[in-house]
């Protein structure tokens, strides 16, 4: 054990302000210390992992060799505070704030309408700014490769970067607008923001470094630094000698470096250094030195540091010798996000010894090297398949020092690349990846040298020795390279179950690589005139500028009066306190005095008999007050819903790995999270639980009712039809990952058992119901507040109100207010989310296109407990006739029981499911007519005055003038001759187009949820308070209230306001979902407003040129009341699924969707190249928000059904708890072009000024992706000459797109025998 002095006090300077901690604890990282000490809540936890960008910090050092001040982003959840003495770091609150100044990056943010629900916001200012402090005139691409960490659920990212856009020098020139031929007219077009408003980019505002740090670092002593925690020191010596003198008595302690391997070890896993080493202040770390073979560079320096360093040797030598430069400069690129590679170091990536290290192969085949030093001196270990020796593990000793690493120069011809392909384009590790060298000798084609090493192939790094020998001293040619590929194949074998799965497709990948390789080298031999030959197709890297885009919507009337904000777009009422961090989420609420913090314990079995719960560990440790089980619980145990119930707590039994099963609650969180992990469960396994759809079927696991609807007659109807096709597919469920995590603090007040529950939840009531029937008391007791959610997406309903009920317990027990905010982890394993589904289909057509009967069958994976799994099943069978019109129809829909986490509601409510497969069908009977799908889509599509399957009337005209026009904007017939014309001369690159049309049903089916209520107050200045029953997710909802209030009072909207959502001011309100919070809670406010509008007519008509105040001010004076409640009885809307008619939905919203994507077949990637969505919802109350709704779902849609994959371990473990392993759309992802247009002239007379609900609808307008990458597989197959329908499951990940291709790589992979082995992941 290292014996610590005492520890020395830590100085950091932090907006400004110097900040001294004399017990700087080494496991405290700088986001905790900002938000829990400094109270400095602007900079969120989204994730903890360096994964999502949400915790973005700027950090800013003095280096005193240079007298230079630099500055970088980084993510303070990875950021040990101990790490930052000397540093001056700013975050979102450093920078403006709407009481004095905001910072242009702040308003460009907010007033391009970059923020709905605002919890990544400040993340991104802060990217954006680091950007800026650092280039004040950006390049686009320096934009999005400094926004490339930072995720947003909400937006979709195309008003994000076009905030940022406006920084750059070339945006006055991008201001076209995207299609040239609108350019002419744009001006006469309403636009969502006006540029010329914007503040200018005044760097000399920004925040100086503080002189102080300077002179610190000047005069730096050459002292160890120590800090001491609660379990750990941190030494921080100022020499290599000291250093190595260290690690020569501790040789377990890491070396602490940028902290992204250690930290998220220290986090997730749990593990404890009892002693951090961190050389971060040994000079020779960062030293950098040339030599005539290439360049050492100091193993502390920065990924960032590398690259910059490596681009300026580019400029200084031949290109011929800078061969490893370029290939490495090509990975640091992709590797990681920005913040990541600001922080991490180059020796640190080395002796991580990732399997998927993206260094590491490029180093080994590059011949690098690096230079150790331990007690026994200096030596020199190579870099190669050696050094490799596990996972994790290199063969240098534990008290190794690597000081160095060793880049060396290249040589006329020798050439090296790198090579890689992630589950997305950035800020992912990689699936496979990959440096090779090969080496001529002068003039000829024959291999002379070459190595290749691959990462994501193993535990480690591993080289192709084997492939290599085959072609060394051989002529670089078909022949060679033939030959090679069935080496390489035999060489690098994975077994069937090897952890990661993907086995096919990483074996695939070594060979398209190495083929790309061959492609490169063949074009570097033709360019030194060493091969006369014809070259196969140049293989050029997917498109990838983001152009600026449309957003057409209708203009008010010239009659409105220009203070009435309804139809016109208007930013968020929260844009500018999102950006500027001062919003307040659930967790940026001060502690309350004697607040306790709770942290769930979860089953680690999936289906088993609790044999015994013993909490006296836990007990026992500091700061741990108490253990809530279920024998705690005052009230009712469990939640019944559909005649099933949900217990809160497991009590004898669970039935998921991630079921709660009791929770610890301390005085801090990080007594909670050890408490947790001290509760012993002890399990009886129950025999064979059910994961998959398959399984369920198989053992008739349903929850009932199944159901069933048909019209026509479809078994008689398939003997009147010219072709019969049979299919189906599979549909992967999706995550919410709302940026901010399940949250809540329940407060106890007053004497008669009073709760106060501060809440992030879409349904305030509920949760209000939960607690007092938990806690056995009445409702009046509980107040809920919900001030706004950082993202819900129908996340937050069910289970957050279990959450909450758990939570009560906990705080009406010790009688202590008591907080339980989720970890994503934690979350993502706990509260389930979008049902995964299997369907099949049979549909009859005539040769003509018709389709005459169709049949489908879905299942849902609804997991362990029946939440709203029954509900969604309806909804996917009330959507099944999609756009069209087919006689004979029939669905049938079961909830599959499984072993799983609980599935639920999500943005769709199933329709998204159920609709891929409708579409998909229609694909299969396209493909079986060898016919373009959209004519099939044209000749089924209902048309005239129509009836549903359940015979619901309604008018499709505005659909099909939605496809009218989606078809000329996107100029779609042009362009589906210019894709077959693009893929007649692209060999390994398709493109792909589809148009995809959605019907959407509003409202709710069950009847009592159409109803809302308001309540206004106006206040004696004239100031007025709307309270409604709508909760603010990020939709926008409170800013559209604020547009009806001003519309109805006749004031300016700068005078309403609107505090919370809270069931005090509005009982039993009804959740904010299915798209129709606007529709009743705008009602509802509107009704109040009429009432006080009207009570206010006599004080009018007596002063008609009295002001709003004066008016009010009468109105007290004479005794009128100035507060009113409004009420919203929404439309009566019913189901019958014995007759199988009703009318369950309001009206209906339209929308068509053109994608075209490139893909590449090599390897699966793809890019969407552009998008263009026509919606119809009718006269849109605010067209920022709505569009925001439009893009933010359609790029979720594209999420669900190209990227986003949940992977279950057998035995029913989710392993996707995180942003590292769960991918959502990034910057990267972004349609180059996303045009949308609002449909003129559309009216709705079921809605609050002829407007309609548009939260959910767009969300399937996603899958024309899927269906462009389907149709860009279908032109690769054909090259196979594989022709007609073919399967292809949503997501298409890159790895389904490329196995669909079938190229000849992916046909040399032998199969492996199903049943004969044990998957890494589960098919759900
Ligand atoms: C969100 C995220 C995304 C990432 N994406 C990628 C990616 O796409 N590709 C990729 O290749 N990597 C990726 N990484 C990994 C990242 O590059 C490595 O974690 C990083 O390079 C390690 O450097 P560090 O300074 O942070 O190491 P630390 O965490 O500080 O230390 C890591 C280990 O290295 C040892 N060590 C550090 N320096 C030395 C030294 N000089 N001598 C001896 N031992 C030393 C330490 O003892 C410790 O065991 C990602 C990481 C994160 C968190
Ligand atoms: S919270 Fe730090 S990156 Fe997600
Ligand atoms: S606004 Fe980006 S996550 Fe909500």
Redesign the pocket.
Known sequence: MFAAKKGDTLCVFINGKKVTEDHADPETMLLSFLRENLRLTGTKSGCG???CGACTVMVSRYRPTTKTIFHYSA?AC?LPLCQLHGAAITTVEGIGNSKTRIHPVQERIAKAHGSQCGFCTPGMVMSMYALLRNKPWPTMEDITQALA?NLCRCTGYRPIVDGCRSFCQESSCCQSNGDEKTTETKHEKPRLFDQEEFLPLDPTQDLIFPPELILMAETANQQTLTFCGERSTWVSPASLEELVQLKIRHPT?????????????MKFKGVLHPLI?S?SRVPE?FEVSLTPRGVWVG??C??SEVRCLLEKLLLEFPEEETELFRALIQ?LG????QQ??N??????????A?P?????PVLAAGNGRVS?VSGGGRREVPLDQDFFVGFGKTL?EPE????SVFIPFTRKGEFVRALRH?PRKE????TV?TGMRVCFSEGSRVVQDISIYY?GMGPTTVSATKTCKAIVGRPWDEGTLSQAYNVLLDELVLPPSAPGGKVDFRRSLTLSLLFKFNLEVLQKLKEMNVIPDELPEKLLPLPGDIQPSLQEFQPVSDSQSVHDPVGRPMMHRSAVSHATGEAIYCDDMPRTDGELFLVLVTSSRALAKIINLDVSAAMQLPGVVDVITAKDIPGKKERAMFGYSEELLAENKVSCIGQMVCAVVADSKAHAKRGAAAVKITYEDLPDPIFTIQDAIEKSSFYEPLREIERGDVAGAFSHVDQIYEGGIQIGGQEHFYMETQSMLVVPVGEETEFNVYISTQWPTLTQDAVAETLDIPSNRVTCHVKRMGGAFGGKVIKTSILASITSVAAWKTKRPVRCILERGEDMLITGGRHPVLAKYKVGFLNDGRIIAADFQYYLNAGCAVDESVLVAEKILLHIDSAYSIPNLRGRAAACRTNLPSNGAFRGFGVPQGLLVVENMINDVALVLGRPADQIREANMYTGPSATHYRMEFSPENMLRCWEDCKVRSDYNARRRAVHQFNQHHRWKKRGLSIIPIKYGVAFAESFLNQAAALVHVYKDGSVLVSHGGTEMGQGIHTKMQQVASRELHIPSSKIYISETSTSTVPNTCPSAASFGTDANGMAVKNACETLYQRLKPIREKNPKGSWETWVRAAFFEKISLSATGYHRGPDLYMDWDKMEGQPYAYFVFGVCCSEVELDCLTGDYRTVRTDIVVDIGRSVNPSVDIGQVEGAFMQGLGLYTLEELKFSPSGLLYTRG??QYKIPAICDVPLRLNVYLLPNSHNPHAIYSSKGIGEPVLFLGSSVFFAIKDAAAAARSESGLIGPFSLDSPATPEKACLACASPFIQKIPASEPGSFKPWALNI
Do not use: C, H, K, W
């Open positions: 992992g360096g994964g993510n990875l960490g302690a890491p070396l602490v470096m940028g902290n992204t391997n250690t930290g998220p070890d080493i050389p770390l193993a502390g920065s990924l990975q992709n590797l990681g996000s990541i590679r922080v991490a170091s180059l020796g640190g990536n080395v002796v991580s990732y998927n290290s993206d260094l590491n150790v240098l190794e020092v690597v000081v992630a800020a992912s590790f990689a990846t990462g942003p590292s």
